[in-house]
Every structure is written in C-alpha cells, then in structure tokens.
C-alpha cells in the first residue's frame, strides 16, 4: 500500500455500537489468512488512551465483500501480534 498520499483512515464499530478511527499500518498473510494491523487514531477532544495500542484485525470473505473481525482467540492474537511486532520494527535494533 502506497503512503504517497498520506496515512488510510477507517472507522469501524465495535460490538457496542461505539465507532472507532483506526490509522492502518500493515497487513500480513500467516497460515492462509491475511491479518490487518492498525493504531487508534488521534481525534480531537478525545484524551488521550494510555491501553489504545496495536488493533489486530482479522480480513474474511462474506458475500463477496472484505469484513473485518476480531480474532477467534487469544493464542491466534498473540501469535500474530508477534508477527507483526517483526515486521513493524524489523531494522529498528
């Protein structure tokens, strides 16, 4: 994905009906399911969230559409977490 343009932008709500902007910043394929990774962006009024960390989201295939969704657990989270960690900060040492 080109950043020619500047950072994409998404908002997505969560199970409680609450929008959320998300800053999009990698995406990776692992074990034939491709994972997206995001920052929650900074809106104005908004305080700071000293928990707001890295959003792992999941992409599945519904109707022929992208959806994103939650991980389906905690081990699947934190494996690709780990992943995304290399990636993000590979050369970074």
Sequence with gaps: MSEDFGPTFLTVTDEEGKELVLEFMD??????QLYQAFFPAETEGEEDDPDAGLVIL?????????VLSTLDSDEELEEVYDLFMESLFDGEE
Excluded: S, T
Aim: no cysteine; glycine share 14%.
């Design 58 to 66: 999941k992409v599945l295939h519904e109707d022929g559409e992208d």
């Design 27 to 32: 995406a990776l394929e692992h074990n034939g």
